[in-house]
């Protein structure tokens, strides 16, 4: 007989979930890499398509574009701060791909925002041409669905000439640096030319209304980039979410109960999500937003168990309703009717029979109605 162990599932698994952490320790802030089959100028008509001998077809390597840009390489490996992370590829200089993480105290907070570059001939007397991987998306004034980048920076929004681009100056660096402090910033409903000033009551509502919005749409961009994550970032998206899976869930409670401002959550490790650098006073949420966040919150605690996200705490809540439900619906009597409770109760009974949490057993449904 055979003493040689063999490997369950779970083993294999956790071999799994090590290597992949291994590899999101390692993954570098900048780094040149070979794949670019998915960049969105791959094909573009600033580019020549036939790749030749798997050379740069567009910028010869004697050319002054092509010093410059790999001046920029230099400059980004050394500047770039922890929130944004760079790939450029060996086979095409004027090709560049880059992620910026969603700051604190905004409505993108852990967040992923991509965006590709293409670098002209001529560059850098004309500015790189931007793409920003939208998924059909619109979540800011800056940011359109088609993936065009309003900045004047980029000489796509009319601006002052001290804001426009400067060949002897501009750096893609400073392009990053931009989009992420004035293009994903606390208030971006202000972004939007023609909207008042702030500090006006009537703007800082729907500055809070847009904030909402902006809040479903990140979201729904963390949904995307989990089932497809860019090329050359997929280590890096499933750690991302991985690590913050915890943080988000907490702020999308958060948020739907009232208890914080839509892009004020901090996480401090509470256990029930209300942790805020504002007032424990009720915030209000427009009826919508909770409806459309109460789904979105299902999804979101599913794609981030599947990615192996430590989610037992929220998990945990579908238990202690399991228990704390009565299992046979004749035992249940309605003869007036009840408050509507709050929505996480809502969210807890739907993520249960997603999840298939007492699946085949007679329940009771959060809002009082018998189901089966």
Not at 140 to 164: D, F, I, M, Q
């Amino acid at each position: 007989m055979s003493t040689t162990p063999t490997k369950t599932k779970s083993t294999t698994c956790n071999g799994e979930i090590e290597e992949e952490l291994k590899n999101a320790l390692s993954f570098k802030q900048f780094d040149v890499v070979s794949d670019d089959s998915d960049h969105h100028y791959l094909h573009s008509h600033n580019n020549n398509n036939n790749k030749k001998d798997g050379r740069d077809c567009i910028i010869a390597p004697s050319s002054q574009a092509h010093k410059k840009i790999v001046q920029e390489w230099r400059i980004l490996e050394k500047n770039l701060p922890d929130s944004i992370l760079v790939r450029v590829y060996e086979n095409r200089v004027d090709l560049l791909r880059a992620v910026i993480v969603g700051a604190a105290g905004t409505p993108y907070h852990d967040g992923l925002y991509f965006f590709d570059f293409s670098f002209p001939p001529d560059y850098p007397t004309r500015p790189p041409h931007v793409y920003y991987r939208s998924h059909g998306l619109r979540l800011n004034p800056n940011l359109y669905a088609n993936g065009r980048v309003c900045l004047s920076l980029l000489n796509t929004w009319t601006g002052k000439k001290s804001e426009k681009w400067n060949p002897k100056e501009s750096t893609v660096f400073q392009i990053l640096v931009s989009i992420q402090a004035l293009v994903l910033n606390e208030k971006p409903y202000f972004n939007e030319p023609g909207h008042a000033m702030l500090g006006r009551a009537i703007w800082e509502k729907k500055s809070q209304a847009y904030n909402e919005d902006v809040f479903l749409l990140s979201c729904k961009t963390m949904l995307f980039l989990l089932r497809r994550p860019p090329r050359n970032f997929e280590v890096f998206v499933g750690n991302h979410f991985r690590d913050r899976a915890d943080s988000i869930l907490r702020a999308c409670i958060a948020y739907m109960d009232g208890f914080v401002r839509v892009g004020y959550y901090e996480n401090n490790n509470d256990n029930d999500g209300s942790s805020s650098s504002s007032s424990s006073s009720s915030v209000e949420v427009s009826d919508r937003f909770k409806a459309s966040m109460e789904k979105l919150y299902s999804e979101l605690l599913i794609a981030f168990q599947r990615s192996g996200a430590s989610v037992g705490n929220f998990v945990e809540r579908l238990k202690v309703e399991k228990k704390t439900t009565p299992s046979k619906a004749p035992q249940v009597v309605l003869k007036k009717k009840k408050k509507q409770p709050g929505i996480a109760k809502k969210v807890i009974w739907k993520l249960k029979k997603v999840l298939g949490v007492g699946k085949g057993k007679a329940g009771v449904r959060a809002n009082g109605i018998v189901g089966t």
